[in-house]
């Protein structure tokens, strides 16, 4: 006997389930595609999701550990004196402090002139990388060039900029920091502070070691500062990326909740196949009983059908669902390996246990109808 | 009782041929719709021996078919006592009953019955098919041998004549080796030819394993192969026949 036959000896449900199932296979397929593309809904979309999420939180993800420490303009006060950034740097035992300057300026380069916003860092590598050319580590002299503004002026690092009537050699052009940032000189300048004189300072950026860290500090600095009167305000990056990520969770939830739907009416359909089907056999289903097949074994049979479906439905639906994160993730995050997230497995495991349930369900009233029939008035029938 | 218990009692161990293997002792079938009560069978007496070959006849609507039905445990009696191998089984669960025709009675039937999507083996094997039963297949492959269809055993019941479909079931309802094989119009759907051998068939079977047939029928044919003919009208045995055959 070979192991096919072995194992429909050890389960002779599953025989009998088979051979029934492919005795109409296109309804079979038909029912089973219920089930297929309701996998491939509850899995997609949260794998969808799960994509949504790791785009954000690389968009965000670098910037978890940053704090901004803003004036409270509501307090009156409107910027940061060289005392305020002390004392803020006495507060942060272990981070970067980074003070930054602001003002609207001209720039320009050949004809053209754009007014944009100019701030003063003295270490811009802190916060930015060069898209091409190179930040100092020091920044005494010269210019960093957003990169859209860099765009718009046809700007390469070696070019000369002119910044409210001075000109500056362009050292680096800067990679876009995204959306979410403090300091977003996208389409603006970064100068020396010394080119800002004695301004003061518009808003001090905390770099943290960590996101906990960073909520430590924020905590010290607003103890600190805030003290006597509401002087500043803390903003930590990281609280805003886990409201996106809530935000993000939601959508993932009504995204498999619309999945799921999918799936009742996939429910639906194998209820009706399997109706019919146990209608159909009812004469055959009399001889199971009539020869000594007990209720309960042809219980399992018509069960051992529906879980075939939901089994055959699942593991297709399942395989789609992963070739759909795999083009999503290549297409969206250029990562294809964020489809074998432990999230994304969970909903595949979801997805498939849901199918199978699904169909159990569906499979339970047909079945018990047909093994509570009576053998006499089913054999009639046949 | 367990399914061994009922198994014991009816099985092939059973007592000696003067004991029948099936009795039925004024047993009365009334089905009750409510708005009418129909009287299938009134108190009927019938018995079977082991190895005898009994002829059902009667009118459509005689009752033939209920007590059939009556005898191979498919529906149970609303009065009056059903013996199997001298033990009551009047009153035994849907499970129960279940278990012993599963071990104790065969069933031909009219319109043979086979799943068609099964091959003439599995279809031989059905009823060991739920239990773990290591030699049902060799019994099952030597019974399509005796019946003639060893080159058979693969087919599908679509692929197999009329005849041959009655000797699957036949073989089927052996295959537990049981000692009472019960038979619903075995000829019905065959021509004559063809009924004759499978007739010749169960004579076989009665002969070499001492099985009792009971056969309901209109085939005067199979009459003529039976060691006595049983005649039903309106629900009672109409006793003038009920000896005939037997000198």
Known sequence: MNPIDRLYRRFPAVLMARRNLSRNRLRSALAALGIVIGVLAIASLGMFGTTLRVGADQQLGEFGNEIGVLPNAEAGVENF???????????VSRGEVIPVQSRSVSVGRGGDVRFVRAYGIESPGELFEAEDGRIPERF??????????AD??????GNTLTVDGRNYRVLAVLEDVGQISFVNPDNGVVLPPSEFGRERYAQVIVTAESGAAANETAMAIRDSLNRRQERVVVVELSSITENIDQFFGIINTFLVGVGSIS???????????????????????????????????????????????????????????????????????????????????????????????????????????????????????? | MTDADLASTTGSSGAGDDVPIVELRNVWKVYDTGSERVEALRGVDFAARPGEFVAVMGPSGSGKSTMLNVVGLLDSATEGTVLLDGRDVTDLSDREMTSVRKHAIGFVFQNFYLIPSLTALENVELPTLFGDDPTARD??????????????????????????????????ALVNQPRLLLADEPTGNLDRKTGRSVLEEFDHFRETENVAIVAVTHDPQVAEFADRTVTLVDGRIDDDSSWRGVS
């Open chain 2, 139 to 172: 019994r099952a492959r030597s019974l399509l041998e005796r019946v003639g269809l060893g080159d058979r055993i693969e087919h599908r019941p679509d692929q197999l004549s009329g005849g041959q479909k009655q000797r699957v079931a036949i073989a089927r």
């Open chain 1, 152 to 157: 718009d002026l046809d700007v390469e690092p």
């Open chain 1, 140 to 149: 005494r002299n010269g210019v960093l060039v957003g990169s859209s503004l």
């Open chain 1, 81 to 91: 004196t060289e005392r305020d950034v002390q004392e803020i740097e006495r507060v």
């Open chain 1, 263 to 382: 799936l009742l009416v996939a429910a639906v359909s194998i209820l009706n196949v399997m109706l019919m089907s146990t209608v159909e056999r009812r004469g055959e289903i009399g001889v199971l009983r009539a020869v000594g097949v007990q209720r309960s074994e042809v219980m399992r049979t018509i069960l051992a059908e529906a879980a075939l479906l939901g089994v055959v439905g699942g593991v297709v639906g399942s395989a789609l669902a992963v070739l759909a994160g795999l083009a999503l993730n290549v297409y969206v995050l250029d990562d294809p390996m964020v489809t074998f997230r432990s999230r994304n497995l969970l909903y595949l495991v979801l997805a498939f246990l849901f199918a199978l349930v699904t169909s159990l369900l569906s499979g339970l009233y047909p079945a018990w109808k047909a093994a509570r029939e009576h053998p006499v008035e089913a054999l009639r029938s046949g």
